[in-house]
């Protein structure tokens, strides 16, 4: 289950359990009715005639872990961990969103490895952070104040052969469709992860013992009800 809560929004993503600590109160971006337009075609089910909420850029690493001492053996997935910042509120009013929305999760990713994100995000104007994304297993409801989505993965599909590979060319991770699973709160309930960079597990454990990061950013589309 996956969280992601932000204050204006917490989304609880469900892939396995995600949780995000709230950050001070923001009002919502105002409409993002014309980035809504620019939708990165793909193989999953469209969102149309949903409301587009928020856009967010996570930046964090993808947690693996391998036991046994079988080389063979396939990495399992424990997790994740990120950093979610606004892309959506600058990308909405930018003339050439439409081209930098595909190579914006592989800059992020090589600018993070060189610890110059800061910089990258603030000369874009996506430097707003809204949040964290973080994986738990527990089940339980939340109050908060914020909107909470909790969803399960429904769709995939893989990356585009032009995604970014990541910094070892480990490869893009799949696109996700998540979908509601009934414990949501007021608002999101529908969310794409599209735009990988990087991210993905080696085939099998060779060389590797224990837990392990592999380093990604990934684009999070969000969107409520009906427009």
Known sequence: MRLFQFCS?????RFLCVVA???????????LGSLAAKYPPNALPSPEG???????????TQNYICVGGDDASEPGTIG??????????RLNTDPHAQSKISPLSGRALVSASKHRLEGYLK???YDRRLGSHFFSQNRTQHSTPCPIAVVTKKN????????????????AMQW?????????????????????????????CKGRKGDFEVPYAAQYWMYGGAA
């Open 21 to 31: 600590a709230p950050l001070e109160a923001s009002s919502c971006p105002a409409g």
């Open 9 to 13: 929004l917490a989304l609880y993503l």
């Open 176 to 204: 996700l469709r998540l979908v509601d699973d009934g414990m949501s709160v007021d608002g999101i309930d529908t969310v794409y992860r599209i735009e990988t960079a990087g991210g993905s597990k080696p085939a099998s």
């Open 50 to 60: 949903l409301h587009l909420k928020f856009v967010v850029l996570g930046v964090g």
């Open 123 to 125: 000369s874009e104007g």
């Open 80 to 89: 994740a961990v990120a950093q979610l910042y606004d892309i959506g509120t």
């Open 156 to 171: 995939a599909t893989d990356a585009p052969k032009a995604a970014f590979p990541g910094l070892a060319g480990e490869g």
